[in-house]
Structures are given as C-alpha cells and as structure tokens.
C-alpha cells in the first residue's frame, strides 16, 4: 500500500480514537458529577433539616447553658452526625459532640459562622479523598435575638465510596469499550481504506486508457454507490473510445481511397510518354470526381463535427414545407436523369423551430438517397403533414429498400448496406448519421421502416411550433 494509502488510514484512526477518547472522558466524568450533585443535594436536606432541628429545640429554651442544652441533645434523637458544637452568642462552646472529627476543616466553620452571624442558615459540601464532607450552622434565635449557633459536620466515606466505586467500574467499562472500539476501528478503516484504494487504482487504469476496467460493487454505501457511478462512467467511456476508434480507422479508409485512387492517376500520366489527350481528360475526369467524393466527405466529417461539439445555433420558426419544396426543385434534374418520379404531399403551417439549412440538409440526404438506391421508373414520395402536436416529414421510395438485419445500424457512422449502398454510388456511410444527430439536435425522432413493396420510409418528427415569432439561440 501506498504511503498516501497509509496516510489515509492513520488520519482515519485518528480521528476515530480522538473521538472515542472525547466519549470516554464524558462517560467517565458525567455521572461522577451528577451522582455527587445528587448527594450534596441529599446531605443539604438531611442535614439541614437536622441542623433546623436542633436550633428549633434549642430556641424553646429561657436560657441557654451547657446543662440545658446536654438536656435538650439528650432527648433528640440525632445519628449519623461526626460532629455536633453548640455555641451562645459570645461563640462560647456550650455542647460538643465528636471533638477532632476525622477530616474537619475549621476555617470553613469559620467562614460559615461568619455568614451565619447574619441570622440565616448556611450550608456547604465538599467530596474529597473518598468522602463527602458537610458543614451546616443555624442561628438559635429566640424572642427576635440571637441567643447562639449550632454547628453541624458529616464526614461520610460510605457515599463517597459508592462513588468511588461507580468511577473505577466506569474506567474499566471504558476500557473495555476502548479496546473494542479500537480492534472495531482498524478492522473498519482497513476495509475503508481498502475500497477507497480500489476507487484510486481503477481511476489510475483508467487514466492509462484501460477503460474496461471495473470495481467490484460491494454494500450500499456511499462508497458502493460511487463504485457504480464509476462502473456506469467507465461503461460509457469504453463505448466512446470504441466508436472514436472505429470513426478514426472508417475515416482514415473513406479518406484514403479517393487520394490512393488520385494518385495512381496522376502517376498513370506522368509515367506514360506518349499518352493521347483523350486518355488524360479521362484521367482528369477521374480525378475530378475522387476530388469531389473527397470533398463530400471531408464536408461531412465537418457537420458531424459541429454536431458532436453541440455548437450553439440560432434556431427560428421554418416551415417543413417551403424547405421540402426547395429540395425537391433542387433534385428533380437527378431524379429526371435515374427516371424517377418525385411525388409531393405538403400541408400548410407546419412550422418548427429549427435553422433553414440543417433541416434542408436533413430532407435533402433523405430525398437523394431514395433517388439514388431506386429503381429506375420508381418514385419517390415527399410528404410533410401534421400529426397531432408534432409535424411529420417522410421520405419513401420504390426501391430495393434494406434488409431487416441492416436496419438497427443504417444510423451508425460509415455503416453501409453492401447491396444498395456502395462507393460507386457515391455514398460515404455518414448521410444518415448526420440526418438523426441533426433531428435529435432540435428535438426531433428518426424512424426507418421497410415497405411491404420492398422499399423504405424515412419518417422524422420535430415538435410543432405553436408561435411563429420564436427564435431561440
């Protein structure tokens, strides 16, 4: 593997860990802390409430002394306390109870006195080294004056080890779950980092031109999902590259014959010493019309171009049937010439939004083909018409049409019917080619169908244009 590959994956584990880390912390401190909130506000209940209690029973007292109120702490009933001190108001200790309490901090009794010299109750908690540690002191009041203070602290490992205990057997869940999730996070990013090392080496192939290269689909991730979008581009790339290399090698021969067949003429005069004029205008002549063939096709090599790069045009309302019209005046001399009819059935208003000259050039291919692959005699039927929210124009022949197997590949590039279509005739293979890419181009359909005469109907249909105004780039 790589080291962009290894990179990858360590920024993967990283991460990952780094967010584990972040889950365990919280795992590890939240409850801690809720359960000690929960317990300070436990023990400021409890101990509050026993605080209240011994001021209550002390402010009933006419006069506080150290045998009055050992009588009153005699009768109540408190437990659980480490510490009990019971002060008049010159802080004169009267009563206590649990001298050097384990853990009793005496600046914080200090800084409570101080506060609850003000008349009100105070309280404060603390958990440290395993244990909860509780300061509460309530003035005894009696007749509106301060008569003393009774000081409570609570010293209690048994709650703080509860707590203790929740902490180390969170730790040793986290750890456990740590582990685990690491183990879980390389088998993960092994595998992620594999397919994603999948998708890297098949755009590498197919950046060297191995377009048949596939990824295994594996899931229904993301990552699957890209794996079959690649699988779909790589798909269309291989048939592009397919039809570019068999346009560039029917191309090259179309392009080849005319200019082997100009120069074996032109060598055939320069060679020949006594050559009569008459054999040199044949010659010419020859070369002349391998010059005009080459000259078709390289024109149209030229519009499927244009075609293929979908160069912007300026489309506008034409009418299907002035341009058929037009067509048809032009072709009638080589119709007259093979002795064929041209039959026209045009309607009004047939109006698309096209340019003038492409679909000129689309009823012209059309047309001329049916004169030149007819029958001599035969006929040929221009018809342009409505069909619903579509305007129709079909060409129809007399001729001998093309056979069934032929028909799904009469529309690919340089594709030519050995029986009817051959390089004598003129034809390059691209007529037809250029007449779909040109109707699919303003949005229209090409269609062939065989006749049960034997001969071939060329229907094309483009969406009708309702406003006659448009014009449209």
Known sequence: MSSRFVSIKAKFLLTYISLIAVVIVILNTYPVIISRDLVFISKENTIG?????????????????PDTVSRVMNMLEIS????VVILNSDLDELYRVGRNAEGYEENIASELLDLAMRGRNEFRASF????????????IMSNGMLNGYVCVYEYDEVQGGIIIGLQRDLIQISCGISILAVILSFIYSGTFTRRITNILDAIESVREGEYSYRIDVRGHDELAKLSAEFNSLTDRLQSTEEIRRRFVADASHELKTPLAAIRLLSDSILESDNIDIETVKDFVSDIRDETERLGRTTAQLLDLTKLDNNIVTVRSSVDCSKVAERVVRALKPIADEKNVDIVCKLKEDCCILATEDELYQIIFNLAENAIKYN???????????????????????????????DLPYIFDRFYRVDKSRDREGGGSGLGLSIVKSTAEKHGGEVEAVRLDSGGMCFKVTFPILLFTNQVIK
């Not at 029958?375 to 069934?404: F, R």
């Open 375 to 405: 029958v001599e005699g035969g006929e040929v039927t221009v018809e342009v018409a409505k069909d619903n929210d579509h305007v129709m124009i079909a060409v129809s022949d007399t001729g001998v049409g093309i056979p069934a197997q």
């Open 49 to 65: 409430s026993q605080t209240v209690q011994i001021s209550t029973s002390l402010e009933a007292l006419d006069r506080i002394s």
């Open 128 to 139: 440290s080294d395993g244990a909860f540690k509780s300061y509460a002191i309530a003035p």
């Open 80 to 83: 659980g306390l480490s510490s």
